[in-house]
């Protein structure tokens, strides 16, 4: 068995929203004990912020106060001894470069690991579900489309409004609705019959309403593909 005596710390910026910051801990882990065996955990930092004050400040789209939160979070867990960083939600993404200007440790870009695990597949046609911001912004489809060479497609303007809902209205809550299911799954079919080959779940709480089981399309869970590729930092020598 691996000693992980040496393993790197994890930072994470969470409550974005705390529901799916849980899984991340949850998900890491268990991804090192199932990696390291015994009583082994991954070594890491959350510092979780108030997402009632960041939901705010998105809607009204004062993003250069997000940015600055978001740099602070991050300096924040540089100072405590995190050795690199994840944001766990999708949609803050997009001050990524606020992010990775204020610290001197690298940073895991949850989109990275995406776009790697499509291509893996032979994917290029991929659908796009996420917040109304992941979704419609360039910040997130671009990076897919520039560094992955990916085609990416979103919903049409009320669907995009529907799936939006969803994730503030119910997933941020802890709030799981067969109906909202339903409503996913039709989304995620128009998207196939119109040529899309995969689903990127792309906000880190879609994941607790769709499971693979639940999609005629591939899933691609940007929850748990950060996860892995955090592990796989952190694990290495």
């Known amino acids: 068995m691996q000693d992980n005596t040496n ?14 910051s849980a899984e991340y801990y949850r998900l890491l882990n268990e991804g090192a004990k199932a990696r390291l065996g015994g009583h082994h955990n991954a070594r890491s930092l959350m510092l979780t912020v108030d997402f009632d004050e960041i ?10 106060s997000l940015a600055a939160k978001m740099a602070a979070s991050a300096r924040q867990l540089e100072a405590g001894g995190a050795g690199c960083v994840l944001l766990c939600t999708n949609t803050m993404h997009l001050v990524w470069p606020a992010i990775a200007g204020a610290i001197t440790i690298p940073g895991l870009h949850i989109a990275d690991p995406t776009g790697h695990a499509i291509r893996a597949r ?3 046609r991929v659908a796009l579900l996420g917040t109304r911001f992941t979704m419609e912004q360039d910040f ?3 990076r897919l489309e520039s560094q992955f060479g ?19 209205d119910e997933l941020c809550h802890g709030v799981i609705k067969p109906a909202s299911r339903a409503e996913l799954q039709r989304i995620i079919q128009i998207q196939r019959d119109l040529g899309a080959q995969c689903v990127i779940l792309g906000c880190t709480e879609i994941m607790l309403l769709i499971r693979q089981p639940d999609s005629v399309l591939p899933v691609f869970d940007t929850t748990h593909l950060h ?6 930092w952190a694990l290495t020598a």
């Open 7 to 20: 393993t790197k710390i994890l930072g994470l910026i969470g409550g974005m929203s705390w529901e799916s």
């Open 55 to 64: 939901e705010g400040l998105q809607h009204v789209g004062d993003w250069d």
């Open 122 to 124: 032979g994917f290029e």
């Open 140 to 142: 997130y489809r671009g």
């Open 150 to 168: 990916l085609k990416v497609s979103v919903p049409d303007a009320a669907d995009r409004e529907i799936v939006h809902r969803i994730i503030y």
């Open 227 to 232: 996860v892995e590729a955090a592990l796989d």
